[in-house]
């Protein structure tokens, strides 16, 4: 018993120490991309519902219109008339 709690808190600790190894944009693009998935919502679609890849988080198509509130998939890039304009090309250029 007491090996199996030794190799789980091992397996634990090294799990912990890879998170711990990304950079800060690292980090961000796995919560962004992965866990969060915010580009199903922040992203508009073209032809078969596929994502635009050249307007990532540019806003989204999708919208919630509760009796209390409406919500829309918002542009969440970090210049909103830049990528509706040019796409995420002229993003990553201006960087």
């Known amino acids: 018993?007491?090996?199996?709690?030794?190799?789980?808190?091992?397996?634990?600790?090294?799990?912990?120490?890879?998170?711990?190894?990304?950079?800060?944009?690292?980090?961000?693009?796995?919560?962004?991309?992965?866990?969060?998935?915010?580009?199903?919502?922040?992203?508009?679609?073209?032809?078969?519902?596929?994502i635009d890849t050249t307007r990532l988080y540019s806003g989204g198509p999708q919208t919630w219109d509760e009796p209390t509130f409406k919500v829309k998939g918002a542009n969440i890039t970090p210049d909103h008339r830049l990528a509706s304009a040019h796409g995420a090309r002229a993003i990553s250029r201006k960087r």
Request: glycine share 20%.
């Open 1 to 50: 018993m007491f090996r199996i709690g030794t190799f789980g808190l091992a397996g634990l600790l090294a799990t912990t120490a890879v998170g711990f190894a990304q950079t800060p944009v690292e980090h961000g693009r796995y919560l962004v991309e992965g866990v969060l998935t915010c580009g199903n919502c922040h992203s508009p679609r073209g032809p078969g519902g596929v």
